[in-house]
């Protein structure tokens, strides 16, 4: 909790870090690259760097979410596109737990323009450029304009927001809409 409350009180106003990495030339959609497993999640605006575990649908069909008891760690539906592919790859993250703050806290502060990197097991890293953040209420959350096919790989981030009700849960999804914006080699841990 502590380390957790340091990297907070270290960024910026709505929990961004001061002068973290934009995208410095045209929000222009890049040409897709082929499938390959995720391996880490990095948001340089928002401080986190998360591994990924695969995440599947549950028995009514709904998309599953990481391990309670592992808020720092993001997952990825693993049924759709990776992430750099052609379509639109899932992302999923809490934004907190019963222990405190999870991986995705302070998602509602990215921007448009904002750097999503998603390291991959083929030695490149597929870096998003943020859209737009939206929040949907449960009853009303748009799945085609969420998951559906946009005809380039984009990224979907999606968490928890809105009224908590004790016994029910947050009332809304906060979703990231991004689009492929660049692939760069993966520095290779010395």
């Not at 934009?22 to 390959?36: E, F, I, K, S, Y």
């Not at 990924?52 to 309670?68: E, I, S």
């Not at 959350?141 to 809105?162: A, I, N, S």
Request: with cysteine; charged share 25%; hydrophobic share 35%.
């Amino acid at each position: 909790a502590a380390h957790d409350a340091a990297r907070t009180a270290a960024k910026g106003p709505a929990g961004r870090v001061p002068g973290a990495p934009r995208a410095t030339r045209p929000l222009v959609p890049r040409a897709p690259v082929p499938r390959a497993r995720p391996g880490r999640l990095a948001i340089p605006t928002l401080r986190v760097d998360a591994p990924l575990v695969g995440l599947g649908l549950d028995r009514r069909g709904r998309l599953t979410t990481p391990a309670m008891n592992t808020p720092g760690v993001a997952g990825w539906y693993e049924r759709g596109p990776s992430p750099g592919e052609r379509g639109t790859a899932v992302i999923v993250g809490h934004r907190d737990t019963r222990r405190g703050p999870a991986v995705f806290l302070e998602l509602p502060a990215l921007r448009r323009g904002d750097l999503v990197d998603v390291a991959r097991h083929d030695g490149r890293t597929a870096v998003f450029a943020v859209d737009a953040v939206r929040t949907y209420p449960r009853s009303r959350f748009p799945d085609r304009e969420v998951y559906g096919d946009q005809g380039r790989p984009e990224l979907r981030l999606l968490t928890c927001g809105g009224a908590f009700e004790p016994g029910r849960g947050y009332r809304s999804n906060i979703v990231v809409f991004a689009h492929l914006h660049d692939v760069r080699d993966t520095p290779r841990p010395r």
